[in-house]
């Protein structure tokens, strides 16, 4: 599918890769790679595009302000220390204000709900920049850098070690599915991934032809191509530190849990920020097996090529 003459994207919100199929994600990709080998142009130009958030960030944030204004577009930053957001506005009408206003919207907090309802009123294209069950741009970025490494990934396993449950677990959980990659997370029972979302990426994986894993044995390393992992504690459960440090310590990736893999060639994958000596150790994050930086760097080219898209913009 060549995304610059498919009608399919104009005007869609990108809320989760549940909504998009395995073709369409392949597109996109492609999309990715081509704009990451490409000079700056202007196919912004005119466009202005709302950068919604609720909780902090770092790459999500500079990837869409990079990739949107080195275009020529316009991005706002909105904090909710800054707008109305939920607070003395309901969110149906702040996302018919904003529609009026701008091109598009982006929304990075806690609820999925308000990003779906975001996309129900505002009449423009809504992009999920994470959410307390999804972070579906940087599962993009997190295959494009797999696949710079070993090219396209069927047959290959991506291994999440860690909290299972959370939000880059479960986003990549959905795109391996959806691709034909095979997807395993390893982490204790408690942290195992809820029981819908597993089934629904499981009926995905019959078609595919994945195969989706879960189990607290890190045995089941063996042969991956890729090891990632993530904060123990995601933004809004500072509260479950300590308990998620008793529960993962056993699951910090280092040197010595990635030679499990049984592969001289395995990568390290970590959406960041790190906390470096928890979930991993100074010395893998730093070593050659990381490819953390690219990851980070990705981030960027796969949402200047999800906006292009989806903003009828090639
Ligand atoms: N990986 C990621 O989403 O980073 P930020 O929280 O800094 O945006
Ligand atoms: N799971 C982490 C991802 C940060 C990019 C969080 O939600 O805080």
């Not at 700056?40 to 944030?61: C, I, M, V, W």
């Not at 029981?195 to 009926?203: G, K």
């Not at 995905?204 to 890190?218: F, K, M």
Request: with cysteine.
């Amino acid at each position: 599918m060549d995304v610059s003459v498919s009608p399919l994207f104009k005007g869609r919100s990108l809320l989760t890769w549940l909504d998009y199929t395995a073709e369409e994600i392949r597109a996109l990709l492609e999309l990715s790679k081509q704009v990451k080998g490409e000079h700056k142009g202007g196919r912004f130009t005119g466009k202005t595009l709302a950068l919604l958030f609720e909780k902090r960030s770092t790459r999500t944030r500079c990837a869409f302000e990079t990739a949107f204004g080195e275009e020529g577009g316009h991005p706002v930053f909105l904090s909710t220390g800054d707008i109305q957001l939920g607070a003395k506005e309901s969110i149906e009408d702040t996302a018919r204000v904003l529609g009026r206003m701008f091109n598009g919207i982006q929304f990075r907090g806690f609820k999925q709900s308000t990003v779906e309802t975001l996309a129900r009123y505002s009449g423009v294209p809504v992009y999920n920049g994470l959410t307390d069950d999804f972070h579906p741009t940087q599962a993009l970025a997190d295959i494009m850098t797999l696949e710079e490494n070993f090219g396209p990934l069927r047959g290959e396993t991506l291994c999440f070690v860690g909290d299972g449950r959370n939000n880059v677990a479960r986003s990549l959980m959905v795109i391996c599915s959806k691709l034909g990659i095979n997807f395993t997370v390893v982490s204790p029972p408690a942290l195992f991934p809820r029981r819908d979302i597993l089934e629904t990426c499981e009926a995905l994986s019959a078609g595919s032809g994945a195969r989706i894993r879960i189990s607290a044995d890190t045995a089941e390393l063996r042969g991956a191509c890729g090891i990632y992992t993530d904060v123990w504690a995601s933004m809004g459960e500072e509260d479950k530190k300590a308990e998620r440090r008793a529960l993962l310590s056993p699951y910090q990736v280092n040197s010595e849990l990635m030679a499990k893999t049984g592969r001289s060639d395995t990568i390290f994958l970590h959406c960041l920020p790190a906390i470096k000596g928890e979930e991993v150790s100074p010395e893998l994050i730093e070593g050659p097996a990381s490819r953390v930086w690219d990851e980070a760097e990705n981030r960027k080219h796969t949402i200047k090529a999800i906006l292009l898209a989806t903003l009828d913009c090639l």
